[in-house]
Structures are given as C-alpha cells and as structure tokens.
C-alpha cells in the first residue's frame, strides 16, 4: 500500500543511453512533481503537472521529458544522458487541503548513475 | 523570489540532549512552511508544517517547529534526541495557495552519538 511509488530504485547505464524511470501514486492527488537531488543533497523541482497538464517546468536541459499518462502517473524519460545526470530522483505528489495547503509527499527516489 | 537557508551542514548530538535546527526564510507574504526528514536511502517525509494559526507546530516523532514572522525563522527542535533521529534534515518553504514552487533548503544532517 505504497503512497508514492518508483521504478527502478537503482539505474546503472552508459553515456550516450535513453532511460525512463516511472512513479505512480495511489493517494488520490492532482498534483505530481520530479525533484532532482544531487550529490550535496540540494534538491531542485524540474517538474510538475496538475490533472496531466504540466505547470512548473524548471530550467531542465530538454533532454528530459515528463510524460503523464494518467493523474497517478507521472514518468521520466531522459535521453541522451549525461555524467551530470547522475543524481536522485524523486518523484513527489500533493493535493490542496481545505486550508489551501499544498502538502508534497514523496517516493523513495531512484539513484541514477550514469558511467 | 523565496529562499530557504539552513545555516548547519552538519550537528552532532549526544542521545537524549535536546535539539535545535535553524531555518530562515526570504517570502514576501506569509509562507507555508514545512520541515521533511530524510533517512539514509530513503525518500523524504513531512514531520510537520505551518500556514496560519498558532506559531508553534507539533509534529510526528515528537518534533515541534516555532514559526517566528519577526526573525523569518521556523527552527526545529526535539527535547530528547534518539539515536534513530540521526538523518538529513530539510527546511521547505512555498507560496500559499495553488500549487506552486516549493524551496528546499540545502538541508542539516543530523549525527546522534551514543
């Protein structure tokens, strides 16, 4: 009964390489959003949709594209990649509650190394 | 635009000491504040957050956080560290209303020494 979930937990590839990387969550909310965590754990939003429409897009090399099929799902796909890819990925999703707060809850992240 | 700062990359408490982590943020209206805790390999999760109402928030795990608009300040704090508190800790802060950027800060981790 996960709340947020990801796929792969672990990414090991080569430069050069197209990967994906996909989250689900089964809270209920509109709102979902991919964090990129670097190695000095600073974390910087990259995206966001509301109701599958995207609206937070970051200064994100266009090498990375957000796909949401449905409002549960929310995937990553990055193509191309680069040694500066490699990080954490967190995916997070949120709903407004009746105080208007927007409350993010997050997945477990994805290390991606890129060789 | 909104900041986040955390002036400590890194505290050290002995188990059971009480404990204090700094936050400071720049909003121009009233923010929505939030603290996450972040254990080894793992995702973040919420310990607490403040939008209005009484400045001082209570959170899981026994963690209060004192929304301070005089010093732009939401420190956290715990009065008996456990050894299972030792993690990364982030302050966050984001614009009320809507769903809109949220800011991290660059996080304090947190050691608990026996």
């Known amino acids: 009964d996960t709340a947020v979930s990801q796929t792969p937990k672990y990414l090991v590839t080569q430069m050069g390489n197209d990967k994906s990387i996909k989250c689900e969550q089964n809270?209920?909310?509109?709102?979902m959003y991919w964090y990129k965590q670097d190695s000095k754990k600073f974390l910087k939003i990259m995206f966001s949709?509301?109701?599958?429409?995207?609206?937070i897009n970051e200064t994100v090399p266009n090498r990375f594209s957000p796909k949401s099929p449905d409002k549960a799902h929310l995937n990553l796909h990055i193509n191309s990649l680069e040694l500066g890819d490699s990080a954490v990925y967190f995916c997070?999703?949120?709903?407004?509650?009746?105080?208007?707060?927007?409350?993010?809850?997050f997945g477990p992240g994805t290390r991606l190394t890129v060789l | 635009a909104q900041s986040v700062t955390q002036p400590d990359i890194h505290i050290t408490v002995s188990e059971g000491a009480s404990l204090e982590l700094r936050c400071n943020y720049s909003?121009?209206?009233?923010?929505?504040l939030f603290w996450y805790v972040q254990s080894p390999g793992q995702g973040l999760q919420l310990l607490l957050k403040?939008?209005?109402?009484?400045?001082l928030v209570q959170g899981i795990k026994g963690f209060e956080a004192e929304f301070k608009r005089s010093q732009s300040s939401f420190n956290l704090r715990k009065p008996s560290v456990h050894w299972s508190d030792a993690a990364e800790y982030f302050c966050?802060?984001?614009?009320?209303?809507?769903?809109?950027?949220?800011?991290f800060g660059t996080g304090t981790k947190l050691q608990v020494i026996p």
């Open positions: 997070a999703s949120s709903q407004l509650d009746r105080e208007g707060t927007d409350t993010q809850y």
């Open positions: 809270l209920g909310h509109d709102t």
């Open positions: 949709y509301n109701n599958k429409e995207l609206i």
């Open positions: 909003y121009g209206a009233t923010p929505y």
């Open positions: 403040y939008f209005s109402g009484d400045t």
């Open positions: 966050a802060v984001g614009p009320s209303g809507g769903y809109q950027k949220v800011t």
